[in-house]
């Protein structure tokens, strides 16, 4: 599902555009490039530690900031200490200050860093867009809530560059498509909303933020920022590294930094409101059926092939039938229990169809296809069945 979500990103930030390209960037990068960043001054949380029950905790995350969640107590917090979330290790055999690294906490310096290389041999002309999905690591100090807040995680960025005049214009372009893009996969709109950063809340780069957040069940939380970073990075890296990063634009003979606004997405975070959505619990004739109504692009798998029963008539005719899916589609084969309680385990897991291949099957070569969020069939022809498959699942 994780993957799924990444590929509709890919899909609809690069693939379908003709004004973004993709990279992928090293992971462990240069000190230099956190210093140019500002990530190694200023990436850091405010960390308090409970003098009675020694929790280390994010000052800005709790509810009452004179008081200890895990223990109770009151007025037990230390002064704060601003915390930097960035992993360093080192590059090669010697443990010295020299060969100091990071672990990158943002997917976006491996864009700017490789700006001028991307921009060149791509001939890319303003405005454009460098997008890159990948791991990123933050040393949190409170993980947790499922896969909500790691330490380990994975991003959908990317940088939009554009003249300076025209970012206000793209900032709320962007907000319009990152938010439709949760809709069209399924998110009610209801749980979404776009709520600006105020001053006080502002990354060190940016000169507007809005966040997209969802209605978590602990309450409005981030899904995505989308920022105005200015020309803040390349003015950074062209000062540190000494290469001139402004663009230059032949037709009105200028040169200039660019302005960058920046989607960025939570991989793992987008998963979880997309499984939080789709979580529905009904009755049918007097039972709870526990369904996940996935949106088809994002289920884990899109067809189980389900033999009715154990025998060997009918195993390896469906398992035939599974295999020369398996090339277009995720299946899943699953021989084991009553037809009824396999239906529900993929309702559970999110599976459009199921295709059921029974004693009859052996006579008139068709399958019964059920549909998980109807429960309605329908009875298709074996080689009507990738045909009727592929309808279906387009909705
Ligand atoms: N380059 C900008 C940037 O990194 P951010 O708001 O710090 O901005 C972007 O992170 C997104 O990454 C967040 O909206 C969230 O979805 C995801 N994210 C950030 N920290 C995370 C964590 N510890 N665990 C899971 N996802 C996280």
């Given amino acids: 599902m994780l993957r799924n979500v990444k590929d509709q990103w890919w899909k609809a930030m690069v693939q379908s555009r003709g004004d973004v390209v993709g990279i992928d960037s090293a992971i462990i990068q240069a000190r230099a490039v956190w210093k140019a960043s500002g990530h190694e001054d200023v990436f850091t949380d405010p960390m308090v530690e409970c003098r009675n029950c020694n929790a280390r905790l994010r000052l800005d995350k709790l509810d009452d900031p004179n008081q200890c969640p895990n223990c109770g107590k009151r007025d037990t917090f230390t002064e704060p200490k601003n915390f930097n979330l960035m992993f360093k290790t080192h590059a090669g055999p010697v443990e010295s200050d020299e060969n100091l690294v990071y672990l990158r ?28 999905i990948g791991k990123t690591f933050r040393n949190e100090i409170t993980p947790g809530q499922f896969v909500f807040r790691t330490r380990e995680f994975e991003q959908m960025e990317m940088e939009f560059f554009c003249r300076p005049e025209e970012a206000p214009s793209w900032f709320s372009y962007w907000q319009d498509q990152r938010l439709n893009w949760y809709t069209d996969l399924g998110i009610d709109s209801d749980n979404l909303r776009i709520r600006p950063h105020g001053d006080d809340e502002l990354s060190h780069y940016s000169a507007g933020t809005v966040d997209i957040e969802y209605a978590f069940p602990w309450g409005w939380d981030e ?27 032949q037709e009105s003979d200028e040169r200039f930094f660019p302005y960058v606004i920046e989607p960025s997405a939570g991989a793992t975070r987008s998963m979880f409101a997309f499984l939080m959505d789709a979580y529905q619990e009904e009755e049918v004739a ?73 004693f009859d099957s052996l006579e008139d070569q068709a399958v019964t296809i059920r549909y998980r969020d ?22």
């Fill in 374 to 395: 109807t429960m309605t069939q329908d009875r298709v022809s074996v080689d009507r069945l990738s045909e009727a498959i592929a309808s279906a699942l387009a909705g």
């Fill in 286 to 358: 007097g039972e709870k059926r526990i369904v996940l109504k996935l949106d088809p692009r994002l289920a884990p798998y899109q067809v189980a092939v389900l033999p009715l029963s154990k025998k060997a008539e009918l195993i390896e005719p469906a398992r035939k039938i599974a295999d020369s899916l398996r090339s277009d589609y995720m299946v899943e084969f699953d021989e084991t229990q009553s037809i009824g309680r396999r239906y529900r385990r993929q309702d559970e897991i999110g599976t459009p169809l199921c295709v059921t291949f029974d």
């Fill in 105 to 132: 906490p943002e997917t976006a310096q491996g864009i700017f860093i490789n700006y001028e290389n991307v921009r060149r041999t791509n001939r890319l002309k303003l405005p454009f867009g460098i997008a890159q």
């Fill in 223 to 249: 899904l995505e920022g989308i920022a105005n970073r200015t020309d803040f990075d390349l003015r950074q890296h062209t000062e540190h590294s000494g290469e001139d990063l402004r663009y230059y634009d």
